[in-house]
Nanobody
Framework: QVQLVESGGGLVQAGGSLRLSCAASATIFSINGMGWYRQAPGKQRELVADITGGGRTNYADSVKGRFTISGDNAKNTVYLQMNSLKPEDTAVYYC?????????WGQGTQVTVSS
């Protein structure tokens, strides 16, 4: 079974940067879109950013201007560059691939931003 493997999380001070990466363990053809979600303790999982196969991006209002999503459908990889991090960005971050109504999820990577 194909798995999504995330990396790049960690502990950073407010104002710092992190870059998350996500790659599939095997080739997934015809990906419709890729994205990053996050879930903070006691809160629901929320969309952070996504990118379509055509390269159109979408961001949550809370991260606009600070985060940048990029990806390569052919290589089954997606990245999230996070700048000017805030304590409220602390969460487990999950990558997501969508293929014809089916969702693939990563196991999550912890991002902790200290004040």
């Amino acid at each position: 079974q194909v798995q999504l493997v995330e990396s790049g999380g960690g502990l950073v001070q407010a104002g710092g940067s992190l870059r998350l990466s996500c790659a599939a363990s095997a080739t997934i053809f015809s990906i419709n879109g890729m994205g990053w979600y996050r879930q903070a303790p006691g809160k629901q999982r929320e969309l952070v950013a996504d990118i379509t196969g055509g390269g159109r991006t979408n961001y949550a209002d809370s991260v606009k201007g600070r985060f940048t999503i990029s990806g390569d459908n052919a290589k089954n990889t997606v990245y999230l560059q996070m700048n000017s991090l805030k304590p409220e960005d602390t969460a487990v971050y999950y990558c997501n691939f969508q293929r014809w109504g089916y969702d693939y999820w990563g196991q999550g990577t912890q991002v902790t931003v200290s004040s």
